[in-house]
């Protein structure tokens, strides 16, 4: 299975500022995805992260408050925008691979404040 | 889109007993099913899976079944150990969604 590493692994940030978190693959991947786990709770899909276009997003979440980026098959970045504590949750990468199986990044612990 | 039950929510069973948690789903284009393993504080393990033409998988003391016609499929874990202990989660899949269900909180008691 892929290795997937998150940066940073967890962070505690102010009312209004932004974070980018990073996703790494050691190989290339078709689809990479951007999931948010809030405490006890399942894992809710914020996007697609699609390489050299726009994101697709789910229900419920925006281009201007979640903006991701893939420029090539092993990298991309979520961004949480101007962070309110609603935004406090475990935001974590997965990548397919060509059987479909999904392998999920260690996951970023954000706490804001 | 995908809907995807999963029952129970929590589950407690005697350490060597059998566990059993189900998960419905509503499209029936869905063809793959996942089933995950998340250990507090760590990211969800993918355990085990199946796909719409086959009926059971089975690996060592896991295994999963699949009623298409009922849209249903479920995790069977035999002679539970505490290390068993977890919240399991299923997922239905079309294409390259994902869908999961809300998880369920597995104690296994020495």
């Known amino acids: 299975s892929a290795v997937i590493s998150q940066k940073p692994s967890r962070d505690i940030c102010q009312r209004g500022t932004s974070l980018t978190i990073q996703c790494q693959v050691d190989?290339?991947?078709?689809?990479m995805f951007w999931y948010r786990q809030q405490p006890g709770q399942s894992l809710t899909l914020i996007a697609t992260?699609?390489?050299?276009?726009?994101?697709?997003?789910e229900s419920g979440f925006v281009i201007d408050k979640f903006p991701i980026s893939r420029p090539n098959l092993t990298f991309s970045t979520l961004t949480v925008s101007n962070m309110s504590p609603e935004d406090s949750s475990i935001y974590l990468c997965?990548?397919?691979?060509?059987?479909?199986?999904?392998?999920f990044g260690p996951g970023t612990r954000l706490t804001v404040t | 889109g995908e809907n995807v039950e999963q029952h129970p929510s929590t589950l407690s069973v005697q350490e060597g007993d059998s566990a059993v948690i189900k998960c419905t789903y509503s499209?029936?284009?869905?063809?793959?099913f996942p089933w995950y393993k998340q250990e507090l504080g760590k990211r969800p393990q993918l355990i085990i899976d199946?796909?719409?033409?086959?009926g059971e998988k089975k690996d060592q003391r896991i295994a999963v079944t699949l009623n298409k016609t009922a849209k249903h499929f479920s995790l069977h874990i035999t002679e539970t150990q505490p290390e068993d202990s977890a919240v399991y989660f299923c997922?239905?899949?079309?294409?390259?969604?994902?869908?999961f269900g809300t998880g369920t909180s597995l104690t296994v008691i020495p």
């Open positions: 997965s990548v397919e691979d060509l059987a479909r199986e999904q392998y």
């Open positions: 190989s290339q991947v078709t689809m």
């Open positions: 992260a699609n390489q050299g276009s726009e994101a697709t997003y």
């Open positions: 499209d029936s284009a869905s063809n793959y």
């Open positions: 199946i796909r719409s033409n086959v």
């Open positions: 997922a239905a899949s079309i294409t390259d969604q994902f869908y």
